[in-house]
T-cell receptor, first 114, second 113 residues
């Protein structure tokens, strides 16, 4: 595609439910990033993939969060047993090779946990 | 640890005014530094970057110089336009910490005619 796409664009869920957020990076980009932006806050780095591998998962806020990437392309961020504090905009970005390259951001998924 | 601190907004300027948005950082090793911009209704996009000390990043009339001695990466533009109204984010990347990115909280700029 022309850019990074994310789905859904908006997700409203009830506390305790699981949600899955999807990111389609730009074709050919080997690096993929997930961030979280809470209201009035900066971007919080969650995880980084180089290919299908995530060398460092320490940015994930809790063990309820997990992410995977398959085929060096699509990535999913899963939040289990959602809490109200998980409400935020989740952003995905991709870059051609590694973190010194320009990151291209998707439009984000706005998650609201009631 | 690594962190980025940028000046709080919102900032309101008249067209053709001089802009400075301050950004300072704390990092281990030798990070790369970035400014990202988010225009109204659009996604984040890279504005400029610098990967080593004394490098100057520039784009669209904006400039920022990587100052290791003051751990700063201030964003400047000599004459702002209404179309520069956006939110600006300073960020650093540190390979020492697994390619994690650290973003500031963003500074909202409004330029009035």
């Amino acid at each position: 595609g022309a850019g990074v796409s994310q789905s859904p664009s908006n997700k409203v869920t009830e506390k305790g439910k699981d949600v899955e957020l999807r990111c389609d990076p730009i074709s050919g980009h080997t690096a993929l990033y997930w961030y979280r932006q809470s209201l009035g806050q900066g971007l919080e780095f969650l995880i980084y993939f180089q290919g299908n591998s995530a060398p460092d998962k320490s940015g994930l806020p809790s063990d309820r969060f997990s992410a995977e990437r398959t085929g060096g392309s699509v990535s999913t961020l899963t939040i289990q047993r959602t809490q109200q504090e998980d409400s935020a905009v989740y952003l995905c970005a991709s870059s051609f090779l590694d973190s010194t390259d320009t990151q291209y951001f998707g439009p984000g998924t706005r998650l609201t946990v009631l | 640890g690594n962190s980025v601190t940028q000046m709080e907004g919102p900032v309101t300027l008249s067209e053709e005014a001089f802009l400075t948005i301050n950004c300072t950082y704390t990092a281990t090793g030798y990070p790369s530094l970035f400014w990202y911009v988010q225009y109204p209704g659009e996604g984040l996009q890279l504005l400029l970057k610098a990967t080593k000390a004394d490098d100057k990043g520039s784009n669209k009339g904006f400039e920022a110089t990587y100052r290791k001695e003051t751990t700063s990466f201030h964003l400047e533009k000599g004459s702002v336009q209404v179309s520069d109204s956006a939110v600006y984010f300073c960020a650093l990347n540190s390979r020492n910490t697994g390619n994690q990115f650290y973003f500031g909280t963003g500074t909202s700029l409004t330029v009035i005619p």
